[in-house]
């Protein structure tokens, strides 16, 4: 076994603070939750600091500590949150489509290159409000699934679902964002077009 590596915590919040508040926020939405990720992050990065064998550098080290702590908070939002009900987000999906399934407003081109999108904050903080408006339960598997990174399997044992019934909640949730960021972001106002 190699020399293990020397940790310094005195030193972790005017080093890793600021990024662990911002991968947080990204990942739960609102200030508050993030700030407590990461500071129960920290707080377990104390008790374990002993164990940490320098294999990664103390900041990946410690958002990995971070991430755990999002899933965490996912999973126990899951037992104690009371389910939405489902009606009203395949009612808000399926206001989407005419009775003939074809949308209503088609999604918005996207003017620019994405990645030039995806570097704007201001995007950035259309992306998180859009999220926070998102059904609890769609917006814990959207989080975990295209934010966390998460597979598939490990979203259904955290939050109790099948499979069937991630990719739904999948499936609802992007198109429900999609919708948002185009009222917020995009500026494109919905129509009224009636059914033909």
Same mark, same amino acid.
């Given at each position: ?14 080093? !890793?603070?600021?990024? @662990? ?9 609102? %200030?508050?939750? /993030?700030? &407590?990720?990461?500071? &129960? ?7 374990? =600091?002993? !164990? ?5 550098? &103390? %900041? ?6 971070? +991430? !755990? =702590?999002?899933?965490?908070?996912? *999973? $126990?939002?899951?037992?104690?949150? #009371? ?12 206001? @989407?489509?005419? =009775? ?6 088609? #999604?918005? $081109?996207?003017?620019?290159?994405? &990645?030039?999108?995806?570097? +704007? ?11 926070? =408006?998102? #059904?609890?339960?769609?917006?814990? /598997? ?29 499936? +609802? ?18 129509? *009224?077009?009636?059914? %033909?």
């Amino acid at each position: 076994m190699g020399e293990q590596a020397e940790l310094d915590p005195t030193q972790w919040v005017p080093r !890793h603070a600021d990024a @662990m508040y911002r991968y947080a926020l990204l990942q739960v939405g609102d %200030r508050e939750t /993030a700030e &407590e990720r990461v500071q &129960e992050a920290f707080a377990a990065a104390l008790e374990a =600091k002993d !164990h940490f064998a320098g294999a990664s550098s &103390e %900041r990946t080290w410690l958002i990995s500590i971070l +991430r !755990h =702590k999002i899933c965490d908070h996912f *999973r $126990r939002r899951g037992r104690e949150q #009371p389910m939405a009900d489902p009606h009203e987000a395949v009612e808000a999906v399926a206001g @989407m489509f005419s =009775k003939h399934g074809k949308w209503r407003d088609a #999604p918005t $081109r996207w003017a620019g290159e994405a &990645e030039d999108l995806l570097q +704007r904050s201001e995007f950035w903080d259309a992306l998180r409000r859009c999220l926070t =408006k998102l #059904p609890g339960p769609l917006g814990d /598997a959207f989080q975990l699934r295209e934010i966390q990174g998460l597979a598939g399997q490990e979203i259904c044992a955290l939050l109790g679902l099948s499979a069937t019934n991630l990719s739904t909640r999948l499936s +609802r949730a992007r198109a429900l964002l999609r919708r948002c960021l185009e009222l917020v972001w995009f500026g494109k106002r919905p129509s *009224r077009k009636k059914d %033909r």
